[in-house]
């Protein structure tokens, strides 16, 4: 560490000698003093931007050497107008430089890496008191969680930084809070439905077993729950469960103002039932005509093992149980004294439509 500060001393003193001989042979234009003045406003600016958190110290140390640059690359290429005056400025600037690099290793030293982000968790928590609506939600996320020893039995707070752990992305942290709100709350439908929606966030935008059983704790405890109605309409939807997704929605649309936000949402979700049905029942029709025809050709040669695994995978798809036993019961009865054909028949009715090619 201590050959790396002294390398940096030693490049910012080669850096000054480089401009002091500059300066015997150039004279600095009259421009260079406004230059200079946008650098000190830039400086104060940037002492106000950290004073109020906007940024952090490291950002600022960094800010600071690109203006001490950018004032540098201004002197060396503005027309000669002037004489030059003292050495200050370049003595300034190579101060400036060293004292960046001074704070730097001394707020990014390896054994005390956590020192930054306490610093800015100090600044977070002065404007969460004084001007909360300035802070972005992972800074509001990170000042809250330091009361979660004190506030660790209210329901409350643990939903209030659910929330403000989904608007920063936090989506696991956000179904934690919201499952320890649930269990201080069992009986407010809030913390089940809100837990639904992290847990639907946390699974890619699809709600799993357990978020649909908070959905639907939800509703049970308040039947008007929008949130619980949408997610359910869409779970349903793409199950193939076209009335129960309107049912959902619309129930969803009841309970919703009309300056509802995310009205437009659910409207949008409603309106795309019709074309989803229309084209599951064109795929249902085409499935349909190929389960007539493998009937028809099962019918005249009974012996295409094939054909019966693709008409059991065929009634599997149509959802149709019915008529699956009675083809399964058919294709048992031809090959009952060959119980390794029903095996094998029964294990390609499972393989995914599509996949045989891409086996061989």
């Excluded at 560490?1 to 009259?30: K, S």
Aim: hydrophobic share 45%; proline share 5%.
């Amino acid at each position: 560490m201590l050959l790396f500060i002294l390398i940096c001393v030693l490049i910012c003193a080669a850096l000054t000698a480089l401009a002091a001989g500059w300066q015997r042979t150039r004279q600095a234009p009259p421009e260079l003093a406004q230059e200079k003045a946008l650098y000190a406003g830039f400086i104060t600016d940037l002492d106000r931007r950290l004073a109020k958190g906007d940024i952090d110290e490291a950002q600022a140390i960094e800010e600071r050497a690109q203006a001490a640059r950018a004032l540098l690359k201004v002197s060396e290429t503005t027309a000669e107008s002037g004489p030059v005056k003292p050495l200050h400025g370049y003595i300034a600037l190579g101060l400036i430089v060293v004292l960046s690099l001074a704070v730097y290793l001394m707020v990014g030293h390896p054994d005390q890496e956590d020192q930054p982000y306490k610093q800015r968790l100090q600044v977070w928590t002065s404007l969460a008191q004084k001007n909360p609506d300035v802070l972005p939600p992972q800074a509001m996320a990170a000042v809250l969680r330091q009361g979660q020893h004190e506030h660790a039995k209210e329901a409350d707070y643990w939903l209030f930084l659910g929330r403000i752990d989904m608007l920063a992305g936090n989506n696991y942290d956000g179904a934690q809070d919201y499952e320890k709100a649930r269990a201080l709350s069992p009986d407010g439908f809030t913390a089940w439905s809100e837990l639904g929606e992290a847990l639907t966030f946390v699974g890619g935008g699809v709600s799993g077993p357990e978020a649909k059983q908070a959905f639907e704790k939800a509703l049970k405890l308040n039947p008007s729950d929008a949130r619980a109605h949408y997610y359910l309409g869409q779970q349903a939807l793409a199950d193939g469960q076209y009335e129960i997704a309107r049912g959902h929605y619309n129930a969803a649309l009841a309970t919703m103002a009309p300056d509802d936000v995310s009205r437009p949402q659910v409207l949008e979700a409603l309106k795309s039932i019709d074309p989803a049905e229309a084209a599951a029942k064109a795929m249902s029709g085409r499935i349909s005509g190929m389960v007539a025809s493998l009937e028809a050709q099962l019918k005249a040669d009974p012996e295409n093992a094939d054909g019966w695994a693709r008409l059991l995978r065929s009634y599997d798809v149509l959802g149709d149980t019915a008529a699956r036993a009675k083809a399964r019961a058919a294709m048992q009865a031809h090959y009952a004294n060959r119980p390794e054909v029903i095996a094998d028949i029964l294990t390609k009715a499972q393989t995914r439509v599509g996949s045989e090619g891409a086996a061989k």
